[in-house]
C-alpha cells in the first residue's frame, strides 16, 4: 500500500492498533515507509517504528532493573547464609564436648607450685576442708616431691576451686580422669594351664608346645629378629592391673614394681589383663612349656594402676610413669586408656621421655576416627589393632594418634584368632587365654621396642624412627588404619644394629666368607693358595737346608721373618666384613714382595718390594741386634721362596711384564736373597 491508498473510512487509531499489534511482522515492512502527509500527520510506518523503539528502550530499562534486583536479592541470601553458617559452627563448637573433656571423674587434682611455701600449702588445704567440707590428701607416697593432691569433686566443685584464689598456688586443677581396660579386650576363652603344655611343638622355632599357634609373633617375623638379640639387659615396665607369677614367667626377671591402686610394693594382679600384656612382651620363652614371648630375655616391672575391675585414674598412671623412668624401665606399655586430657599425665610423659624411656599405648576399641589418650599424647606411640590376615581389626580405633599397626587379634570366629597367652582367670587360676584388643597390639610394639633398645638405639625418638622406618607400608591408608604401617621385628632389628659388628657377625662372616669356610680353600676364594704353600714350606725348606751349614736355634722370630718375607697372612686377604675398608686385610696378607702394590689391590710386584733390597735393608738395620737379626734372616730366607716360586709360577711384574725379562729379574733377586741369608746366617753364627 502507498500514501496515495489511504482510505478515510478506515481511523488512523484503528489502523495503528491493528499495526502495532504486529509489529514484530510488519517491521521490516513498515519502516519502507516515510514522511508525513500534507496535514502534518504522522503516517503509519513512522507511528509504528516509533511506538517499537519506545517500546524496545523500556524493556531495555525494566530488564536492567530486574538483574540489579536479582543480584541485590542474591547478595543478600549469601550474607544470611554466611551467618547463619558461622551461627551453626560457633552453636557446635560452643556445645561439643571432645575426647579431651568426655572422660568420667569423681576426684579432683590439684597440683601446687614447687615454689609455694610449705605452710602456706596447708594452710590452703585447711581453707578447702573448711569451705567445701572435702578432705585433700596425697595421690600417694609419691606425691610428696610433685605436690600433688586429689579431693572428691564434681564439675561444680571444679569450677568453684578454678575461680577462686587457690588456682594462683597451683599449677593446675583438673579432673582426675578414670582410665581404664579397652572394651573387647578380654573377649576369648581361657583354657587351664596343663592342657597346653602337652601339646606337640611346632616344628620350627623355640619348644614352647603352643608356639605354632601364635601366629602373631610369627606374623612380626620374630624369629628373624631372635637371631640378632632376645632383649637382654632391657626393662619394659608394664603398666596394667599387676603381673602375676604365673608358670609360663617362671624365668622372667620380674624387678620391684609398686601397686598405686592399693598403695603397697608387691604388684600382683588380679584381673588377669595386665598378666596377659606381660606375656607378649616377655614370657618365658624355649622352656618346653606353653608360648613365647618377643623379649624374653628382658625383665618386667609390674605395676599396678588398674583395679580389678580394670578401672584407675591418671594420678595414678601419671605417677607411675615417673616411677617407672626413675627405676630404670626402658620402655613403658601401657594398653589402657579413655577420654579426658591430663596435664599431670603429660607432665609425667614428658618426664619420662626426657629420661630416654620409650612409651607405647593402645589406641583404643572404640572403632572411632581418633586414638584415645594417653595414645594420642605427644611422645607416645599409638599402636592400631590388626587381625590374622592384617587387615584393620574391627574394633580398632584408628587416624589421628596411630603412629603404628600390630597384631591384635580378633575371636569373632573362635580363639584361633586371638593373642595366645599365660594368664589368670578372674579366680585367679593359671590358665592360657586368647584376648583381642589394641591392649594385645601395644605390648608387641613394647616388646620389639625392647629389641631395638638392646640392639644398642637409646634415645626414644631413634627407637620410634627405627620401628616406623622398617615397618611394612600399607599402600593406600587414606583413613590412617595402619599409621607407618604393621610391625616388623626382624627388619626393625636390623635396621638397629645397621652398621654395628659384633662377635657373632664377625664369626658368622669368616664362616661364609673366610678361611673356616671350605670353599674359601676350594674356590679361588684365598689368593692364589698353592704358590701361597709352597712359598712357605720352600722357606721351611731353604731355613733347613741352611741350618746343616750353620747351626742355629728356631725361634719365634726367624718364623715370624719367614712367613712376613714369603707369604704373609695370605688367609686374611679373602676376608670382606661388612663395609670395613679392604686396604688393612690386605696389607697383613701379604709378603714383603708384594706389600708394593697390596693397597692398591693389584696383584703384579713392584720390582722394588719384589727384590733383595727390603731384605738388605733388613739386615743391616737388624744383624747386630741379639734377637731381631733372627726376623731379618727369617725375612731373607722368605722373600727367597716368595721371588723363586712366583718366578716359575707367575712372574708378572710392574714395568717389566710377565715374560722372560721378569721371570729373570724373580730368579736373579731369589739367588741375592739366598745369599744374602746365607752371608747373615754365617754371620750370626760366628759371633755365637
Known sequence: MTPQEYRPEFPIERQTEKKSAKVGNNFNFASSWGGQYPDGRIDDAEFIIRKSRENVDRGERDGLSVKSRNAEEAAMRKILLTCLFILGVGWALFNFKGLATQGSYDTLVLDFREDVPAADIQQTLDEIARR?????????????????????????????????????????IEPNYIYSIPETAADGSATPAKTFSTANPSLRG?????????????????????????????????????????????????????????????????????????????????????????????????????????????????????????????????????????????????????????????????????????????????????????????????????????????????????????????????????????????????????????????????????????????????????GAG??????????????????????????????????????????????????????????????????????????????????GLFFLRGLYIFDLPQWPLRVMGSSLPELGTAIQGGSVLNPLFASVLIPLVLVALLLGHSRWKWFAIGSAIGVTACLAVSALLDPAVLWLGDGWMARGFLLGNAVLCYGLARLSLKSATGAI
Request: cysteine-free.
Open 132 to 172: 567445701y567440707d572435702l578432705q585433700p590428701q596425697l595421690n600417694s607416697e609419691f606425691s610428696q616431691p610433685d605436690n600433688l593432691y586429689i579431693i572428691r569433686g564434681d564439675r561444680q566443685i571444679l569450677d568453684k576451686l578454678r575461680k577462686s584464689n587457690i588456682a594462683k598456688l597451683t599449677e593446675y
Open 206 to 482: 623355640p619348644n614352647d608346645p603352643m608356639y605354632a599357634k601364635q601366629w602373631n609373633l610369627q606374623g612380626i617375623d620374630i624369629e628373624s629378629a631372635w637371631q640378632e638379640t632376645k632383649g637382654k639387659g632391657v626393662t619394659v615396665a608394664v603398666i596394667d592391673t599387676g603381673v602375676s607369677p604365673v608358670s609360663d614367667l617362671q624365668q622372667t626377671e620380674l624387678v620391684p614394681g609398686y601397686d598405686f591402686v592399693n598403695d603397697r610394693d608387691r604388684a600382683d594382679d588380679d584381673n588377669g589383663h595386665g598378666t596377659h600384656v606381660a606375656g607378649t612382651i616377655a614370657q618365658s620363652t624355649n622352656n618346653g612349656y606353653g608360648v613365647a614371648g618377643i623379649a624374653y630375655e628382658a625383665k618386667i616391672m609390674p605395676l599396678k594402676v588398674l583395679s580389678a575391675a580394670g578401672g584407675g585414674t591418671v594420678t595414678d598412671i601419671a605417677e607411675s610413669i615417673k616411677f617407672a623412668a626413675d627405676n630404670g624401665a626402658d620402655v613403658i606399655n601401657m594398653s589402657l586408656g579413655g577420654g579426658g586430657e591430663s596435664s599431670a599425665m603429660k607432665e609425667a610423659i614428658d618426664y619420662a621421655y626426657s629420661k630416654g624411656v620409650v612409651i607405647v599405648a593402645a589406641a583404643g576399641n572404640a572403632n572411632q576416627n581418633a586414638a584415645g589418650y594417653p595414645a594420642r599424647y605427644p611422645h607416645v606411640i599409638g599402636v592400631a589393632a590388626t587381625d590374622s590376615t592384617n587387615l584393620k581389626a574391627p574394633y580398632s580405633n584408628f587416624g589421628a594418634g596411630v603412629d603404628i599397626a600390630a597384631p591384635g587379634g580378633n575371636t569373632k570366629n573362635g580363639d584361633a584368632g586371638g593373642i595366645l597367652q599365660n594368664t589368670i582367670d578372674r579366680s585367679g587360676n593359671d590358665v592360657f587365654a586368647a584376648y583381642q584388643g589394641t591392649s594385645m597390639a601395644s605390648p608387641h610394639v613394647a616388646g620389639v621396642a625392647a629389641l631395638v633398645k638392646a640392639s644398642g638405639i637409646q634415645d626414644p625418638e631413634e627407637v620410634e624412627a627405627v620401628l616406623q622406618q622398617s615397618a611394612r607400608k600399607v599402600e593406600d591408608d587414606t583413613l590412617n588404619h595402619f
Open 486 to 567: 604393621h610391625l616388623d621385628a626382624a627388619a626393625a632389628v636390623e635396621l638397629a644394629r645397621k652398621g654395628q659388628i659384633t662377635f657373632r657377625d664377625f664369626f658368622r662372616w669368616l664362616d661364609t666368607n673366610g678361611y673356616l669356610n671350605l670353599k674359601f680353600w676350594i674356590d679361588g676364594g684365598v689368593v692364589a693358595l698353592l704358590p701361597k704353600v709352597l712359598m712357605v714350606v720352600g722357606s721351611y725348606l731353604l731355613a733347613w737346608f741352611l741350618r746343616n751349614y750353620f747351626p742355629f736355634t728356631w725361634t719365634w722370630s726367624l718364623a715370624t721373618g719367614l712367613v712376613a718375607g714369603s707369604s
